[in-house]
């Protein structure tokens, strides 16, 4: 039996705090059941992030597509700050509070991981970032982390289910455990070479036994133009000083002809690395510094009752809109009804939340994740 909860569960409301069910128990004895504004937003963002990238939009909106509320809402993918709503919820208090633990608990995590992602892509700029974090977290959520991690701007997962969800191959190497079993680094990609479909690339994992440099040179010469890469997953217990090995091989490599083959680099990767191995490194397996992000506090609180403004104390009440502008990117946060046609710098605001379900239909075709991940990439190319 595995740990985990059912999507009927989860669309039932079983997933939720006790105090919700107790809340609705208490509301519906006392026949109240106020029409309610809640928003969702996030007042400080993870290890001081001046922005966050919105994920698990879709399958927040897979639970409200079928309660009788109407619901605002940021693309997923949007670049968002501190403060600025990214989900609204207009309906009946008794018809959705159950949903609100699932609902944070989808947005939260899945925010986290694209953050990260998007954080290590914009430092690696054009070098591939691929997701190799799915085997540190239960397998139930690895699909949802590798989503996350690739509309954040991955170029690609390892998870063979997650490649199915995103519409993409699933991408990897070779396992230190094929090379122990043949015995041979060599012998390894030879058989992966034989076997394997040919359009997959032949990338050498090449620490398992001997020295990084006389590995990498003995296998370029014998695969020839059909190796693609050799992969550095140098464990910090050899390691020593990781630019040192990678530019010694590049520089063997380069000198015998082989400045084809790129240099793919894995194993606790922090994003302080990137900027310092950039130069040697064509692409990086990442795997759990992005599928352990940190969550972004979401938190939903109610900020009208019966049309009328009102929260708890550190909320501001009423619906709001979050502008952005065209050209300089400055955000503001203003009432609903209000509006600001240009910003200071002369370029015109636009809205960043906008209806996405009314009577119980999504009004848009949600994006696929690829269109997603362009959508980020293209605005985390302006921070």
């Known amino acids: 039996m595995f740990h985990m909860a059912e999507e009927k569960e989860i669309l039932e409301g079983k997933i939720t705090d006790i105090y919700f069910e107790r809340t609705l128990q208490i509301l519906k004895s006392k026949n109240i059941n106020c029409k309610v504004r809640a928003e969702v937003v996030a007042k400080d963002l993870p290890k001081k992030w001046e922005w966050a990238v919105l994920a698990g939009l879709e399958e927040v909106l897979y639970i409200l597509k079928d309660l009788p509320v109407n619901v605002r809402a940021m693309k997923e993918g949007t670049v968002f700050h501190p403060h600025e709503v990214v989900l609204e919820i207009e309906g009946n208090y008794q018809d959705f509070c159950v949903f609100e633990t699932a609902i944070l608990g989808m947005l939260c995590q899945a925010s986290g991981i694209a953050t990260k992602a998007a954080r290590f892509k914009q430092l690696a700029g054009e070098r591939m970032v691929m997701s190799f974090g799915a085997r540190r977290m239960h397998p139930a959520i690895a699909p949802m982390i590798e989503r996350s991690a690739y509309i954040g701007g991955c170029d690609g997962v390892s998870v063979v289910k997650s490649g199915e969800i995103i519409g993409e191959d699933p991408l990897g190497t070779i396992p230190h455990a094929l090379i ?204």
Not at 279 to 291: C, E, F, H, R
């Open 180 to 383: 122990l079993c043949i015995g041979s680094t060599l012998e390894s990609i030879k058989a992966f070479d034989e076997i394997i479909d040919p359009e997959v690339n032949r990338v050498a994992l090449i620490d398992t036994f001997n020295d990084e440099k006389f590995e990498s040179l003995n296998i370029a010469e014998v695969m020839g133009n059909k190796l693609f890469g050799l992969r550095f997953d140098t464990p910090s217990s050899r390691r020593g000083n990781f630019y040192s090995i990678l530019q010694e091989a590049r520089w063997e490599l380069d000198l015998r002809g082989y400045e084809n083959v790129q240099i793919i680099v894995s194993g606790g990767i922090q994003e302080e690395d990137i900027p310092l191995l950039n130069p040697l490194v064509d692409a990086y397996g990442i795997g759990t510094s992005i599928s352990n992000a940190p969550v972004v506090d979401f938190s939903m609180d109610i900020v009208e009752i019966n049309g009328e403004p009102i929260a708890k104390r550190g909320k501001h009440s009423g619906a709001k809109n979050v502008l952005k502008c065209s050209e300089c990117g400055n955000s503001i946060i203003l009432p609903l009804e209000k509006g600001l046609d240009y910003c200071n710098c002369g370029g015109t605001y636009e809205k960043l939340i906008y209806p996405v379900i009314e009577y119980n239909k999504i009004l848009n075709e949600l994006p696929d994740p690829g269109r997603i991940r362009q959508y980020v990439l293209e605005q985390i190319g302006r921070k």
